[in-house]
């Protein structure tokens, strides 16, 4: 059988999708913030460069009209910004304001653009740091202006920018995340609730019922859920009470049937051979169907819940032989696990039913059983196991041998109710416990009864 894909829960697939949503629209409203950002400060650092190189540019055309040849001083005489600089051109003579800025240390395009008569600028990094350089042509003059301006101010403004935009961004998508787990756990509780109904009556809780709702939805939703259980309950207990009644008017006409074929077999040396045939064959169908019509009385009284739980301290060592041997197993070798407990409460009639009736199975099915053990679980119970050494049960019935009138592949065609297994697992479910099959080591069945001892009733 294909086992289904695994998969994220439900709540984690919501959250995951909002965190998802949060994360997306907020990167792409920080990449927008951004980009506006920065496209500002550059524009308005870029007009307060092109406003204060054309002044500047202005006054070196004035002190060229003037004649003034001490054009070195004039240009160290400019105010520009700090780790700004400034270039005067005449010609094919250079004026640096600044020794370590030479003309060289202007971006070779623009210095091109001006020097054919263009005004221009042009961001570029010297020494690592990023400049704005804006060139003024001054024609009258035969003459050019550079200034550069420095960004790293206008960058650190920026990253500081971006690195609070994408905090914040991560504060939102966290910020999802919880509103999702919460949102997602509010939404999914009515559906916790169902499922949890929907489990008890699994259980066996028939009665098990959903309040009503608030919301219209949800409400529509309980009372759904409501009507289907109704309805379940309804034909559950029709039917059990129709299999109730069933088994109780058959019990009047089979004793009467019973007494009879008794009596002719008390006789049956008076009758002939193919005569004493056939009774052999009524006798024996008779026996069957009246243990038939017991089992399926002491089914409907286990699932009506009207058989109560009657625990008395016990000896395992002592009553488990005993059991065996009422019933024809006093061969049947046992065997009681050195840490399991011996003195335990639980209910007498029920561990004899439970015991029986694996026996009989393990004879009728499995060749006759082998070995009865008593081990102590990991979970502080009991583990009551009868071992056979016939040809199993296949994993795909193991579950389904438990139910009333099921049967194993290989007990198809062997005498049988088909309900001692059944009897058992309901025993065992009164009980607390629970019973399973699994293989045995060498080959064979291993039919095991688990009682948790620590429940109510059943006390260690």
């Given at each position: 059988?294909k086992q289904p894909?695994?998969?994220l829960?439900?709540?984690?697939?919501?959250?995951?999708?909002?965190s998802?949503?949060?994360?997306i629209?907020?990167?792409?409203?920080?990449?927008?913030?951004y980009?506006?950002?920065?496209?500002?400060?550059?524009?308005q650092?870029s007009?307060?460069?092109?406003?204060?190189?054309f002044?500047?540019?202005k006054a070196?055309?004035?002190?060229?009209?003037?004649?003034?040849t001490?054009?070195?001083?004039f240009i160290?005489?400019?105010?520009?910004?700090?780790?700004?600089?400034?270039?005067?051109?005449?010609?094919q003579?250079s004026?640096p304001?600044?020794?370590q800025?030479?003309?060289?240390?202007l971006?070779?395009?623009?210095?091109?653009?001006?020097?054919?008569?263009?005004t221009?600028?042009?961001r570029?990094?010297?020494d690592?740091?990023?400049?704005?350089?804006?060139?003024v042509?001054?024609r009258?003059s035969?003459?050019?202006?550079f200034e550069?301006?420095?960004l790293?101010?206008?960058?650190?403004?920026?990253?500081?920018?971006?690195t609070?935009?994408?905090?914040g961004?991560?504060i939102?998508?966290?910020?999802a995340?919880?509103l999702g787990?919460w949102?997602s756990?509010?939404?999914?509780?009515?559906?916790?609730?169902v499922?949890?109904?929907?489990g008890g009556?699994a259980s066996?809780?028939?009665d098990?019922?959903l309040?009503p709702?608030?919301?219209?939805e949800?409400?529509?939703?309980?009372?759904s859920?409501?009507?289907?259980?109704d309805?379940?309950?309804?034909?559950?207990?029709r039917?059990a009470r129709?299999?109730?009644?069933?088994?109780?008017?058959?019990?009047?006409?089979?004793?009467?049937?019973?007494?009879?074929?008794?009596?002719l077999?008390?006789?049956?040396?008076?009758?002939?051979?193919?005569?004493?045939?056939?009774?052999?064959?009524?006798?024996n169908?008779?026996?069957?169907?009246?243990?038939?019509?017991?089992d399926l009385?002491e089914l409907?009284?286990?699932e009506a819940?009207?058989t109560?739980?009657?625990?008395?301290?016990?000896r395992?060592?002592?009553?488990?032989?005993?059991i065996?041997?009422?019933?024809?197993?006093?061969?049947?070798p046992?065997e009681?696990?050195?840490?399991a407990?011996?003195?335990?409460w639980i209910d007498?009639l029920r561990?004899?039913?439970i015991?029986?009736?694996?026996l009989?199975n393990?004879r009728?099915h499995?060749g006759?059983?082998?070995r009865v053990s008593?081990?102590p679980?990991h979970t502080?119970g009991?583990?009551?196991?009868?071992?056979?050494a016939g040809p199993g049960?296949a994993?795909?019935e193991?579950?389904?041998i438990?139910?009333?009138?099921?049967?194993?592949?290989?007990?198809?065609?062997?005498?049988?109710?088909?309900?001692g297994?059944?009897?058992?697992?309901?025993?065992?479910?009164?009980?607390?416990?629970?019973a399973?099959?699994?293989d045995?080591?060498?080959?064979?069945a291993?039919?095991?009864?688990?009682f948790?001892?620590?429940?109510?009733?059943?006390?260690?």
């Open positions: 059988m894909r695994r998969t829960s439900l709540r984690t697939r919501l959250t995951l999708f909002l998802l949503t949060a994360l629209a907020s990167l792409a409203l920080t990449l927008l913030t980009t506006a950002a920065r496209n500002y400060l550059l524009d650092r007009s307060v460069a092109r406003v204060q190189t002044a500047n540019a070196a055309r004035d002190e060229l009209r003037l004649g003034n001490d054009l070195g001083r160290t005489s400019i105010r520009t910004d700090e780790n700004g600089f400034a270039l005067l051109f005449v010609g003579t004026y304001q600044k020794v800025f030479p003309k060289e240390s971006p070779a395009d623009l210095l091109n653009q001006v020097l054919d008569g263009e221009g600028q042009q570029f990094e010297l690592g740091k990023p400049y704005l350089a804006v060139g042509s001054i009258e035969d003459a050019n202006y550069a301006f420095p790293a101010t206008t960058d650190r403004v920026l990253r500081v920018i971006g609070a935009l994408l905090v961004s991560g939102i998508t966290l910020l995340a919880a787990w949102t756990r509010r939404l999914l509780k009515p559906v916790s609730r499922a949890a109904a929907a009556i066996g809780g028939l098990t019922r309040a709702e608030s919301d219209p949800l409400n529509r939703l309980a009372q859920f409501n009507e289907m259980a309805a379940v309950q309804t034909r559950i207990e039917e129709f299999a109730s009644d069933v088994s109780h008017e058959l019990r009047s006409p089979i004793t009467a049937l019973s007494a009879a074929v008794e009596v077999d008390a006789r049956r040396v008076d009758l002939p051979e193919r005569t004493q045939q056939a009774l052999d064959v009524v006798v169908q008779v026996r069957r169907f009246d243990q038939m019509v017991m009385l409907s009284r286990l819940g009207v109560d739980l009657h625990a008395e301290e016990l395992l060592d002592d009553i488990v032989p005993r065996a041997l009422r019933y024809g197993f006093g061969d049947v046992i009681v696990h050195p840490s407990r011996k003195n335990v007498k561990l004899e039913r015991l029986a009736n694996l009989d393990a009728e499995g006759g059983p082998t008593i081990e679980d502080r009991l583990l009551l196991a009868v071992e056979d049960v994993r795909s193991r579950q389904r438990f139910e009333r009138f099921a049967r194993g592949t290989a007990a198809r065609h062997r005498v049988g109710t088909g309900l297994l059944a009897l058992v697992a309901e025993h065992a479910h009164a009980l607390g416990g629970e399973w099959v699994e045995r080591i060498g080959g064979g291993r039919f095991v009864v688990r948790p001892l620590d429940r109510p009733g059943v006390d260690i």
